[in-house]
């Protein structure tokens, strides 16, 4: 296990509108605000349309292949997440759903774009002093997080 400490900054309650972009959102508002690390949960509806990344289609293949399932109707999302920079300074949300829908569900993370259907609720908030940073790993190919010290 790796691990840093951070502390509690300042804290947002954010109203996401029809057809916004979930992770571009979030980011945007992280870049105009200068959060460079928090924690975020979010909740309201996933429209149709709307893409996860799941998978991956063989675990042990590397680099990683995703599944990229697409909702074909509105669902009800639950997302819990993290924001921290990527080697370039930019923060990036990573952040994994559940969307549910009649019975039936799938999970995975919302950076293939999960666009807003009326409305979505989000809680963030800012960690302070964190030095964790988002690194590419060439092996597995999507970015890991290195919490620092």
Do not use: Y
């Amino acid at each position: 296990m790796k691990c840093a400490s951070a502390a509690l900054g300042r804290m947002f309650v954010l109203r996401l509108e029809d057809g916004e972009i979930l992770h571009e959102e979030i980011e945007a508002f992280c870049k105009t605000n200068a959060i460079h690390a928090a924690a975020v949960q979010a909740l309201g509806g996933a429209a149709g349309g709307s893409r996860l990344v799941a998978g991956p289609v063989d675990g042990t293949a590397r680099p990683v292949t995703p599944m990229l399932p697409t909702l074909s109707e509105v669902h009800g999302l639950a997302a819990v997440g993290t924001v921290f920079p990527d080697t370039q300074g930019a923060s990036v949300l990573h952040a994994h759903a559940v969307c549910g829908r009649g019975g039936n569900s799938v999970c995975g993370c919302v950076r293939a774009g999960v666009i807003v259907w009326q409305v979505m609720e989000v809680v963030l908030w800012e960690l302070t002093g964190a030095l964790a940073v988002r690194r590419p790993d060439p092996a597995s190919g999507p970015a890991f997080l290195e919490p620092g010290r």
